[in-house]
Structure formats: C-alpha cells, structure tokens
Nanobody, 120 residues
Framework: QVQLVESGGGLVQYGGSLRLSCAAS????????MAWYRQAPGKERELVAR????????TYADSVKGRFTISGDSPKNMVYLQMDNLKPEDTAVYYC?????????????WGQGTQVTVSS
C-alpha cells in the first residue's frame, strides 16, 4: 500500500508558475511509475506527465510540453510537477498517481488532488 498527499496548488495569474508536490509513504520501494493527471470541470481525467523508472522514460501531454516538468526525489519519496507559463486552460484538479510493481502487475495509487486555478 502507498499513501499519497499532494500540495502546492492555488491561484495564479496567466503566465505564472506553480510547483506541485506529492509525498509518498508506505511501500514506496516498489514504485515503478510516477505520474500527474488533471481533471477540469465537466471533462475526463487526463494524463499530464508520466515517468517510468525502469526505463527512464518521461511522457508529457502535448498541451503541456515545454511548460511542465515532472521530477522525483527517491530518497525523500517525493514527486514534483513544475508548471511554468500557466494558462487558464490549465485550471483543474491535479492528482498524483504512482504505480507499484508487485508480482509482475502494476498497482495504481492516487492522491486526493489539489486545485490549480489560472486567472486570465
């Protein structure tokens, strides 16, 4: 089991920056994937950024490429999302997600979400 707690959301103006943090606890040694998703009102949850530790691969949604950066601090069990040049369309609840590899299967865990609001 892994527990996740996000922080760092808030209200920011167009063009501003925020850094989201996600603190993981529990069975963190088996974390294989770290990701951030977001869900805007009336829309489905979508992948923002994803990092797969086993292959060192990072994936970003086209809408955030060049503006957002996912990173992790394994010794501290932290996952970050640096968001620069924010736009009103980035307004959403952002969720941290990790996946642990146990018995050849990936198990997802989610945080409670943190609100990001970008004003124009």
């Amino acid at each position: 089991q892994v527990q996740l707690v996000e922080s760092g959301g808030g209200l920011v103006q167009y063009g501003g920056s925020l850094r989201l943090s996600c603190a993981a606890s529990g069975s963190t040694a088996s974390i294989t994937v770290m990701a951030w998703y977001r869900q805007a009102p009336g829309k489905e949850r979508e992948l923002v950024a994803r990092y797969t530790k086993t292959i060192g691969a990072t994936t970003y949604a086209d809408s955030v490429k060049g503006r957002f950066t996912i990173s992790g601090d394994s010794p501290k069990n932290m996952v970050y999302l640096q968001m620069d040049n924010l736009k009103p369309e980035d307004t959403a609840v952002y969720y941290c997600e990790v996946e642990t590899l146990v018995n050849s299967r990936l198990w997802p865990y989610w945080g409670q979400g943190t609100q990001v609001t970008v004003s124009s």
